[in-house]
């Protein structure tokens, strides 16, 4: 329901939103540590493979 004109400002202030804000700062240190854990295993396999012939 996109509102235009002068209305947004008297919209904006009677906006009673119930969603949560999520923290993007947050999201993104979790998924690089999980794909360094991920990268370090996959490692880890490719030096267990070359060792073990």
């Not at 700062?25 to 979790?30: A, D, L």
């Not at 540590?33 to 991920?38: A, E, G, N």
């Not at 370090?40 to 073990?52: D, G, K, P, Q, S």
Request: charged fraction near 20%; glycine fraction near 4%.
């Amino acid at each position: 329901m996109p509102v235009r004109g002068p209305d947004v400002e008297a919209y904006c202030l009677r906006c009673e939103c119930k969603y949560e804000e999520r923290s993007s700062v947050t999201i993104k240190v979790t998924i690089i540590i999980y794909l360094s854990i991920l990268g370090l295993l996959l490692l880890y396999m490719v030096y267990l493979t070359l060792v073990e012939p």
